[in-house]
């Protein structure tokens, strides 16, 4: 618990996940502050992706609790937890290949989209202006992200950095308070690995709350406000990115890992 | 109720019989994860070729048995290779291969005088053999490639109406019956009411046998280790050094073994021969496999006997004309309540 | 032109009804479900419209309304109790239905002499099937009116699925054929919209079945067996399952193929079998692939480029 924040966006608490006999995680707990970037890492295998899927549904929790803005958001199914305000992107990419850029970016947008079905059917002004409006901001997001030319492109065409910010940019569209992601500069050289960077502390200037894995450590220490370590499925430290670079029991989970 | 002992017996035979060709659908799922929907035509030219070695070629029957479980195996192998294969990997020798299958087609359904129809089939067969060299031999595929997961079933669905297709040109759409005096007719009685002809017996104990021995085969020898290997994870097995693609040749032709020597049994134990009669036995296996759990081969055989039961059973005391819609009934309740199955381990069956 | 039409009228009925089966199965596949249940709804179609015309004296469109009404209303709560099925087991179940709708169709009046005091009664008439009397179809603007309301219905139904296509509803679909995981964190209901296409595409294929009855006069259960859902799929597989065009193409080939080449008819089965293995092996993105297009614009613009160099 961090005293001076006194309703914090994301609690996770007593989280455990059992595959089989296997115990992926154990008994973690800690809360992410509204506004704040929070680094989740760990050696491989660690739990962290298990733990950001089950804060967007995709898992099952064994026990525990996690909670959005105060209301309890375990159990819920993966699209009421999107609808709650919670934007993710994927280790492995997961766009939608056979679809453009810009589609790709307003599916993102579709739950604040209106016009019901018969809207749809009839051509009705409702339906045909909320698909404008997705059009524009899906156009505007991407503008920001510098990709506005690459709109009409197929997104399975797209390099491995532009898919992975196309992505990021789908997960924005939502609108979430909660963006999760997972390794988002995997596979980015160091030029695009900066400006992910300098995009996703924007972000944070318009009070969106970021919960990010990566591997990139650098990027993690000079980003976050705060950072969790997870080793073996439990955490093992928490805290400010300067106190967590000198923790002991850190140090020794990195050094006895491959890193 | 005293016909209640005979109609377990019938559903004893009949569910040992199912429970071969259901084992081999459940072999190449465990390996592939693809349902081969041809499974079912497979089992009828198993029974189409023991018809043509006792017809035209007058064999005993206890010849063409094992002669009808190779060539339903070998086809089962070609069938991977035309419909599942090129769905992995392009290669040219597919391509080829594909080729001389068309051309095989031509010869075989196409009105012509007597030269020319056997030119172009052995032609179309010799292009089929070529292409299975070179596809066999080559190294690296032209592609790997990701299709929709719908394509194996789609692409199974497209060969089995070819192979029901080419036997309705080559035997007729009407009933073929093997010659009458291949067993001796007379019941073994068991109770006073309830008999069991040397047919029935034959099916009932072969299948047992060949149970039995898919079992040590998978279970003992190093080929049922490099299957297990491959069901449970094909990258590793590539990296450990089994050669991936002889070993999901085996397994097709064990799965289309069996079907085949379903086939012939059944065949046999009804005389009665019929191009359709993939589609009856299909929809029964469909149901053993998932009552069994996909992929567990104890759970198919156990399976096979309970779905054998409710068939007989359900024709005995209820209505003919209803016994798919039992079978159905218990699909449809298990698929609802218990998708991984009755007899199976839990496997993620629902999105 | 006129005569063209004519003369091949009932090929163009035939192209017709099979380009709104083939789209019924477009949709579901256009979401990524292997819905085998056309045929069955079809047949519900169909059975629906014969008994009511053989007997009552109920006009035809009312016929046909009751028609997707019916479909529509077995359609829900089977969608609902299967969809949440995975690729195979969906495919064996959606099989199902179709099996257990024929068996229906083939003892349903063993079941209604159980409830009705008249034994006498035939509804169903087992294997023989519903005999509609023939009536000549009068010529309206140059088209049989048995043509007519086929013809209008494709077109509403193109009208819908074109609409639909580039709606957020296609995006949305099609967002789920390609993976629904990720659909469902950008707040996708999944279940929804499968069933929203699963119902959709059932209440197509029972208005097209109800449409040929009048067409194809005999209704016996053989009509609807597991073969038809195959060619029905054969339309869409051929034609292409990403975009409304495909299966309008595919249904056009493979109807008027075997009519043009007669020896092609007695081997339907085999082409049939063919054409989907080869079309899901070589071409997955069927005829409407806009690489084929892009081809053919390009072979046939190369004379031009010719004559101006």
């Known amino acids: 618990m961090i005293p001076e924040q006194p309703k914090p966006l994301l609690e996770i608490r007593n989280v455990a996940r059992v595959f089989g006999g296997l115990k992926a995680l154990e008994n973690v707990s800690f809360n992410v502050p509204r506004g704040a970037i929070c680094g989740l890492i760990g050696p491989n295998g660690a739990g962290k992706t298990t733990l950001i899927n089950m804060v967007s549904g995709l898992g099952p929790l064994s026990e525990g609790a996690i909670l959005l803005d105060g209301q309890l958001i375990s159990g819920l199914a993966p699209h009421k937890i999107a609808e709650r305000g919670v934007g993710r992107t994927f280790q492995n990419i997961r766009l939608f290949g056979d679809l453009s850029v810009l589609e790709n970016v307003i599916l993102g947008h579709h739950l604040r989209q209106r016009g019901t079905l018969i809207e749809t059917l009839l051509r009705l002004p409702r339906s045909r202006s909320g698909e404008r409006d997705s059009r524009t901001a899906a156009l505007k997001l991407l503008a920001i992200l510098g990709m506005e030319h690459l709109a009409n492109v197929q997104a399975r065409a797209l390099s491995y950095g532009d898919q992975r910010r196309v992505e990021i940019a789908r997960a924005l569209a939502l609108g979430p308070s909660l963006l999760l992601l997972d390794e988002p500069a995997a596979g980015m050289n160091s030029t695009e690995t900066d400006g992910l960077c300098e995009f996703l502390l924007s972000l944070r200037e318009s009070s969106l709350t970021i919960l990010i894995i990566e591997h990139d450590m650098d990027m993690i220490m000079r980003m976050s406000d705060l950072v969790v370590v997870l080793n073996f499925g439990l955490k093992i430290a928490e805290g400010p990115p300067d106190f967590v670079r000198n923790e002991p029991h850190v140090i020794e989970a990195y050094l006895g890992s491959e890193q | ?351 | 032109m006129l005569e063209f039409v004519s003369n091949n009228i009932s090929t163009i009925n035939f192209i017709l009804i099979n380009i709104a089966l083939g789209l019924s199965i477009y949709i579901t596949l256009a979401t990524g479900l292997l819905s085998l249940s056309n045929a069955g709804f079809m047949a519900i179609g169909a059975y629906t419209v014969a008994i009511i015309s053989t007997q009552s004296n109920i006009p035809f469109i009312v016929g046909l309304m009751a028609a997707i009404a019916l479909g529509v209303a077995l359609a829900l709560p089977i969608g609902m109790l299967v969809l949440g099925l995975r690729d195979i087991y969906l495919a064996i179940a959606t099989l199902g239905f179709g099996e257990i709708v024929r068996i229906i169709a083939l003892n349903g009046d063993k079941v209604v002499h159980l409830f009705s005091q008249n034994k006498e009664l035939i509804i169903f008439n087992g294997a023989e099937g519903i005999t509609l009397t023939y009536r000549t179809p009068t010529i309206m603007l140059g088209l049989p009116d048995t043509t007519w309301p086929i013809l209008i219905y494709v077109i509403v139904i193109v009208y819908i699925l074109a609409t639909l296509h580039n709606s957020r509803f296609g995006r949305i679909l099609a967002s789920i054929r390609q993976d629904e995981t990720a659909a469902s964190t950008l707040g996708v209901n999944v279940v929804h919209y499968k069933l929203l296409a699963f119902v959709l595409g059932s209440a197509i294929a029972a208005g097209a079945g109800a449409l040929s009855a009048p067409i194809v006069r005999v209704i016996d259960p053989h009509n609807y067996v597991f073969s038809r859902g195959v060619d029905i799929l054969a339309y869409a597989v051929l034609g292409g399952m990403t975009h409304w065009v495909g299966p309008i193409l595919g249904a056009t080939v493979l109807t008027s193929l075997p009519e043009a080449l007669r020896f092609l008819k007695d081997q339907r089965d085999i082409v049939n079998g063919l054409i989907i293995m080869l079309s899901i092996i070589y071409l997955p993105a069927g005829l409407a692939d806009p690489r084929i297009w892009g081809l053919f614009k390009r072979l046939v613009s190369f004379p031009k480029r010719e004559r101006v160099s």
Not at chain 2, 217 to 242: C, D, H, K, P, V
Not at chain 2, 251 to 272: M, Y
């Open chain 2, 1 to 351: 109720m005293s016909e209640l002992p005979q109609q377990l017996i019938n559903g004893l035979w009949q569910g040992a019989a199912l429970a071969l060709f259901a084992m081999g659908y459940t072999l190449v799922f465990g390996v592939l994860d693809i349902i081969n929907l041809a499974q079912g035509a497979t089992f009828m030219w198993g029974a189409f070729f023991a018809f043509i070695c006792v017809t035209k070629l007058n064999w005993p029957i206890w010849y063409a048995i094992p002669v009808a479980m190779v060539g339903a195996g070998f086809l089962a192998v070609l069938l991977d290779r035309l419909a599942f294969k090129p769905l992995r990997s392009l290669t040219s020798g597919g391509l080829v291969l594909w080729g001389g299958f068309i051309l095989l087609l031509v010869g075989m359904v196409g009105r012509w005088a007597f030269p020319v129809k056997t030119g172009i089939t052995i032609a179309g067969a010799a292009v089929m053999l070529a292409g299975f060299v070179i596809d066999y031999r080559s190294i690296r595929p032209l592609r790997i490639r990701e299709v929709p997961h719908l394509a194996p079933i789609i692409s199974s669905i497209g060969a089995t109406f070819i192979l029901v297709s080419l036997a309705i040109n080559e035997f007729g759409a009407q009933v073929s019956r093997f010659p009458a005096n291949l067993f001796p007719v007379k019941p073994y009685h068991i109770t006073a009411d309830a008999v069991i002809s040397p047919i029935q017996t034959l099916v009932l104990i072969l299948s047992l046998a060949l149970m039995l021995v898919l079992s040590l085969l998978i279970n003992r020898t190093q080929m049922g280790r490099a299957i297990r290997a491959i069901a449970w994870s094909e990258r590793t097995s590539r990296l450990l050094g089994i050669n991936v693609d002889y070993v999901i040749a085996q397994t097709f032709f064990i799965s289309g073994a069996l079907a085949g020597a379903a086939g012939v049994l059944l065949g046999l134990a009804f005389n009665r021969l019929e191009p359709t009669m993939g589609g009856e036995v299909e929809l029964a296996g469909l149901t053993v496999i998932i009552v069994g759990g996909m992929g567990s081969i104890g759970g198919a055989a156990m399976a096979a006997f309970l779905v054998g039961m409710i068939r007989v059973l359900s024709v005995a005391y209820i209505d003919s004309s209803f016994r798919d819609a039992f079978v159905f009934a218990l699909l449809i309740l298990v698929l609802l309540i218990r998708p991984s199955g009755i007899f199976g381990r839990s496997k993620a069956v629902r999105a």
